[in-house]
């Protein structure tokens, strides 16, 4: 069986690439932008803004979904940190793209593209910062793809409960808190599996002690154990 040891993996890449080890021009250039707070559910942008600004997430979840065939198809996931709309640098981002708050207070902060884009020539030291967000996007994009063609549900379930630990989650003694909790519904867009799904999973590691959770977060008590569920 497909285990996370042998899976090939961008959240351990992604853990060595935090804001903090943003070039200092780009970090200037966001912390220069203000805050803006969306509720749950609301757009962050959609459409013909997607050539306007780029944003970085500054507290929160945001999905990022594209429209077709009359549904809307999650395409990523992001958290603090996470920049979106960078592939507007390009002209690579489709009309039918949208970013969608997940969480009851999700905050960015949005750069317009004309001011980033000026400050490029004089700062080439924000390209690799740049593209490591592009190619972190499609390692993720392409792990997504990979555990819904070789992994059953439950484990692309357990796959996602570590996926957001290593990138969100916080360390409480040897226990990890992921708040805000995201939805049954939410957890099985991401697994590619439905809510009841989910549930069924979640209740599962609850009952065997690996896991506490509620609508405001969820504790991972044993990152281990977890982990030892995909070898079952």
Do not use: W
């Amino acid at each position: 069986m497909m285990t996370l040891r042998n899976m090939p993996s961008a959240t351990s890449q992604r853990a060595r690439f935090s804001p903090e080890i943003f070039s200092p021009t780009l970090d200037t250039l966001f912390q220069d932008c203000p805050i803006e707070q969306f509720k749950r559910g609301a757009a962050i942008f959609n459409g013909a803004e997607t050539q306007r600004n780029v944003y970085r997430v500054e507290k929160g979840v945001v999905k990022i979904l594209y429209h077709t065939h009359g549904v809307d198809l999650l395409d990523d996931y992001c958290l603090p940190g996470d920049l979106l709309n960078v592939g507007a640098l390009i002209d690579s981002v489709p009309p039918e793209c949208m970013a969608v708050a997940v969480s009851y207070e999700t905050r960015v902060r949005s750069l317009p593209i004309a001011k980033l884009k000026g400050t490029l020539g004089m700062h080439p030291e924000l390209y690799p910062a740049l593209m490591r967000q592009l190619l972190d996007g499609q390692e993720r994009r392409r792990e997504r793809l990979f555990r819904l063609v070789h992994l059953r549900a439950e484990d692309r379930i357990v796959h996602v409960l570590l996926e957001l630990v290593q990138r969100y989650g916080r360390p409480a003694g040897l226990e990890f808190v992921i708040k805000p909790m995201l939805t049954h519904q939410e957890l099985g867009e991401i697994a590619g599996t439905g809510r009841q799904t989910v549930t069924t999973v979640l209740n599962k590691l609850r009952r065997k002690g690996l896991l506490h959770f509620n609508r405001q977060y969820l504790l991972v008590r044993s990152l281990h154990d977890l982990k030892a569920c995909l070898d079952g």
